[in-house]
């Protein structure tokens, strides 16, 4: 167990790491002790600040991926003025739009959404593929698969 005391506040460097105990390290942050003679390393440090961006740092960057999806990336069934309908970062989703699916390793690729309004069958995917003859306009059929819940979505980057 580490105390806090003027010997170990000589070898103080003024930042603290973000750390998490599986071994994770994030970025640096201002220490808002003091130095060996007692005074504030930062003297006008916003400590309530660096906290939250500490902790919004571990939260966002190590812990949150790794025990959920971000809810604005998912595919919620909700209800507008035409009925039942899926949503996507508060924006309806309408049958034929593009999307983006997040694939292992962060890596996203284009998706087309679909769905046949019953409530009970998730909505699908189709992902185009690629070909030899797509230079002259023949490709083969697209991939289409069901959704899971749990599927991160994104719009495409300008929608």
Same mark, same amino acid.
């Given at each position: 167990?580490?105390?806090?005391?003027?010997?170990?506040?000589?070898?103080?460097?003024?930042?603290?790491?973000?750390?998490?105990?599986?071994?994770?390290?994030?970025?640096?942050?201002? %220490?808002?002790?003091?130095?060996?003679?007692?005074?504030?390393?930062?003297?006008?440090? %916003?400590?309530?600040?660096? %906290?939250?961006?500490?902790? %919004?740092?571990?939260?966002?960057?190590?812990?949150?991926?790794?025990?959920?999806?971000?809810?604005?990336?998912?595919?919620?069934?909700?209800?507008?003025?035409?009925?039942?309908?899926?949503?996507?970062?508060?924006?309806?989703?309408?049958?034929?739009?593009?999307? +983006?699916?997040?694939?292992?390793?962060?890596?996203?690729?284009?998706?087309?959404?679909?769905?046949?309004?019953?409530?009970?069958?998730?909505?699908?995917?189709y992902l185009g593929l690629g070909g030899r003859g +797509?230079?002259?306009?023949?490709?083969?059929?697209?991939?289409?698969?069901?959704?899971?819940?749990?599927? +991160?979505?994104?719009?495409?980057?300008?929608?």
């Open positions: 167990m580490s105390e806090w005391s003027a010997e170990t506040a000589k070898a103080a460097t003024s930042y603290l790491v973000v750390c998490c105990s599986c071994g994770w390290r994030g970025g640096r942050y201002r %220490d808002w002790a003091r130095d060996a003679d007692g005074r504030r390393w930062w003297p006008n440090l %916003d400590v309530e600040a660096e %906290d939250r961006a500490a902790h %919004d740092e571990w939260w966002h960057r190590h812990m949150a991926p790794m025990v959920e999806p971000d809810p604005d990336r998912l595919i919620v069934l909700g209800r507008d003025a035409g009925g039942m309908r899926h949503f996507l970062a508060g924006r309806p989703v309408h049958a034929g739009t593009r999307l +983006e699916l997040r694939l292992l390793d962060d890596l996203w690729v284009p998706v087309r959404y679909e769905w046949n309004w019953d409530a009970a069958a998730p909505p699908r995917g +797509e230079a002259l306009g023949y490709a083969p059929a697209p991939v289409s698969f069901p959704l899971p819940e749990t599927a +991160e979505m994104r719009w495409p980057d300008g929608d």
